[in-house]
């Protein structure tokens, strides 16, 4: 099992810019795929953004476009750098330790969370 933090949080005007991290420890970070997932008040947790321990990157269409998710095996972390923020991107993100599986029906790949690994959050506020 693995362990997460996740910093970076913030409140920021609308069109800003914030960069999340995750640091994880107690297993092997390269062995696990990671995600990024959001949840809004009143609101489901949703995917925002994952990295397959290849570096193959997956995004919401939310997020496509303007957020990038990049990964440091060295440093046992990864990033969410966020562009272009509106104010629907208000929420805590949490980072997740997961696998990711490649569906030869559609061609890509899609995020499988592992439901131990979760962080405690960190909370992104964007005013409009």
């Known amino acids: 099992q693995v362990q997460l933090v996740e910093s970076g949080g913030g409140l920021v005007q609308a069109g800003g810019s914030l960069r999340l991290s995750c640091a994880a420890s107690g297993s092997i970070f390269s062995g696990y795929a990671m995600g990024w997932y959001r949840q809004a008040p009143g609101k489901q947790r949703e995917l925002v953004a994952a990295i397959t321990r290849g570096g193959t990157t997956i995004y919401a269409d939310s997020a496509k476009g303007r957020f990038t998710i990049s990964r440091d095996n060295a440093m046992n972390t990864v990033y969410l750098q966020m562009n272009s923020l509106k104010p629907e991107d208000t929420a805590v993100y949490y980072c997740?330790?997961?696998?990711?599986?490649?569906?030869?029906?559609?061609?890509?790949?899609?995020?499988?969370?592992?439901?131990?690994?979760w962080g405690q959050g960190t909370q992104v506020s964007v005013s409009s």
């Open positions: 997740n330790a997961g696998l990711a599986r490649f569906s030869p029906n559609s061609g890509s790949y899609y995020y499988m969370p592992g439901s131990a690994d």
